[in-house]
């Protein structure tokens, strides 16, 4: 269905009798029409985002008699399955009636159901008048009238005798002229053809013995128009043999709901910014790729540089016009059977079939060179650079996994500085990952004791005598041994954590340094030893012995029990 196709339906559902109630999978309003408001009291404003459940309109969960309770609709939702019958509900005054009522999903990827629509009609009086007559054969002119106020045709095919008879209302939904009279056959012809297997199933399952089935077709009407049917049919047995005798169905007009489950299964499965297809229908579409084997696959994620510079600069009403040409933009730079679509926010992603690494690469080109032309934005003209990050399908590859993989090559790509593009690598990955554990584990080591010192001495050739040491840092990683600073102390410079190690590291090393003077006979006359220097955190750091941000001589010793001028120490994170 065209998108204009979808708006005109849309707009159409504002103007028809019944009320139409989108709602999303945990039962939250997402489309409230008019009729809605005329019959529960509620503006659309002050339902959408709310639970169906906490409006008040339903007058009781669990009514005695009534067809169905909340909960048997909600499991049969979440089963994929639909429900029609009677509802008691309520004004928001508080004046309670009963309603028909059809529920039926909307299904999304792998028929999950992600939404569901409700369509009713008010028929407290009527139904109730129905029933009545029902019983009452006599007083069939007023059944006829409640059909009619219902909108619920019926029908009747004695099987004795081959006499079909059908209600006036069913002669007004299938399109025919007043009083005219058709045949079960001439009913049949009006079926839409791929359907009639469905009535054939259902009225093989009544012959059989099932007491009752419910159905959905499509029939094409004389006039040329579609229309949507959902029949409730049985059939009764003779007693004694068991031949069946009488076929009854009602056949109700559905066509109104279907559109409007057809409009909120498109809402469903596309941005409401950009009418683009959304991660739901891309991960479709991606999977349906991966499925045909000897296609190759490749998933490009387009990331705006600086967005929030720009959407803070122009405003965010701009901003989005501006991811609307964006998406329009992008619909032109890649090829007809390509998929473009926008995962959030002024992230899009870019699906194409049939494309290898190198043809891959010149896209991502065609693309960012596309994306640099301005934008003309409320009389402004605005410049945008993109990073492309992408991947390309390989044995084993989900579209969860292509999808994670041109993600994490588009941060990649603005890691070198953006406008750019690269293509994902796993063992880029690999690296990362285990560069990511490292740094989680570097937080914790110092609260584990992880991490040591040792001492290299160093020595005056001259005088054959030691003048001083080097303090050398190390980690023990309790499950990867002993790693050495050249991996570690870039992660620690990277995140920070190079504070507080080189705090600890001075003043491990300076008390070390005062045990020697109690302990090393002579160690305490020396002359001040040279002095070179591999942490230093910013000055005044509260976190350092007396506030000092060296390991030379000073006051900031004496927490470490040294003296001033007393001694210098090599702190070394090298090898």
Same mark, same amino acid.
């Given at each position: 269905?065209?998108? #204009? ?33 005329? &019959? ?18 339903? +007058? ?6 009534? +067809? ?23 004004? @928001? ?32 009086? #009527? ?34 005798? =081959? ?38 199933? +259902? ?66 499965? /596309? ?51 501006? &991811? ?8 032109? +730079? ?11 926010? =002024? ?7 049939? &494309? ?50 041109? #993600? ?10 953006? =406008? ?16 990511? =554990?490292?740094?989680? #584990? ?91 220097? /591999? ?7 509260? @976190?350092?012995?007396? /506030? ?28």
């Amino acid at each position: 269905m065209k998108q #204009d196709d979808l708006v005109m339906q849309s707009l159409l559902l504002e103007e028809i009798e019944q009320s139409v109630i989108g709602l999303d999978d945990i039962w939250r309003v997402i489309y409230w029409n008019q009729a809605s408001e005329r &019959l529960y009291g509620f503006r659309s404003t002050e339902v959408l985002g709310r639970k169906v459940t906490e409006l008040g309109i339903i +007058a009781s969960l669990d009514v005695p008699g009534q +067809a169905a309770t909340m909960q048997e609709i909600t499991d049969g939702i979440a089963a994929g399955q639909g429900w029609a019958g009677e509802f008691w509900m309520q004004h @928001r005054t508080g004046r309670g009636f009963t309603v028909y009522a059809t529920v039926s999903p909307v299904r999304g990827i792998g028929a999950m159901t992600v939404a569901a629509v409700a369509v009713s009609t008010e028929i407290t009086r #009527d139904i109730a008048e129905l029933k009545r007559l029902q019983v009452a054969a006599a007083e069939l002119e007023r059944l006829i009238a409640a059909q009619e106020m219902v909108h619920m045709g019926s029908v009747e095919h004695d099987i004795v005798s =081959d006499r079909w008879s059908h209600s006036d209302e069913y002669a007004r939904i299938y399109g025919l002229a007043p009083g005219e009279l058709v045949s079960r056959k001439q009913s049949l012809a009006l079926v839409h053809p791929e359907d009639l297997e469905v009535i054939e199933a +259902a009225r093989r399952a009544l012959d059989s013995g099932t007491k009752r089935v419910e159905y959905e077709f499509r029939i094409m009407r004389a006039d040329g128009e579609l229309r949507w049917m959902q029949s409730q049919a049985r059939m009764t047995h003779d007693a004694t043999s068991g031949a069946p005798l009488r076929f009854l169905a009602t056949v109700m007009d559905i066509t109104d709901r279907k559109d409007a489950e057809q409009v909120l299964e498109w809402q469903a499965r /596309h941005d409401a910014l950009t009418g683009l297809p959304n991660r739901y229908l891309l991960i479709d579409v991606l999977k349906g790729f991966l499925g045909r084997a000897s296609r190759r696959v490749v998933v490009m994620f387009v990331d705006v540089d600086r967005f929030k510079l720009v959407n803070d600069g122009i405003g965010h009403t701009a901003g989005d016009a501006l &991811l609307i040409l964006l998406g329009e933009r992008l619909r032109t +730079a890649v090829r007809p059977g390509d998929t473009v679509g926008r995962f959030g926010g =002024d992230e899009f992603v870019i699906v194409c079939e049939n &494309l290898g690494t190198r043809d891959a690469a010149a896209a991502a080109e065609r693309i960012r060179m596309a994306t640099r032309q301005p934008f003309n934005i409320d009389g402004r003209r605005i410049f945008l650079n993109v990073s492309v990050g992408i991947a390309v399908s390989g044995p084993g590859d989900t579209a969860e996994s292509l999808l994670h993989g041109a #993600d994490t090559a588009m941060y990649e790509a603005k890691a070198a500085g953006g =406008d750019g593009s690269v293509v994902y690598d796993s063992r880029t990955t690999g690296q990362a990952a285990g560069r990511l =554990d490292l740094q989680s #584990d570097l937080r914790v080591a110092l609260e584990r004791d992880e991490l040591f010192l040792e001492y290299q001495p160093i020595i005056e050739l001259d005088a054959e005598q030691t003048v001083g040491f080097e303090a050398l840092l190390r980690w023990r990683h309790r499950e990867h041994g002993l790693i050495m600073p050249d991996t570690f102390i870039p992660i620690a410079e990277e995140t920070g954590l190079i504070v507080p190690i080189g705090t600890w590291v001075l003043n491990e090393a300076l008390a070390q340094v005062q045990r020697w003077r109690s302990n090393v006979p002579g160690a305490g006359s020396r002359e001040p030893l040279g002095r070179s220097e /591999h942490f230093r955190p910013p000055a005044r750091d509260p @976190r350092l012995p007396g /506030h000092r941000a060296h390991s030379g001589s000073g006051g900031g010793h004496r927490s470490s029990g040294g003296e001033p001028g007393d001694h210098r120490n090599r702190v070394d994170g090298a090898t």
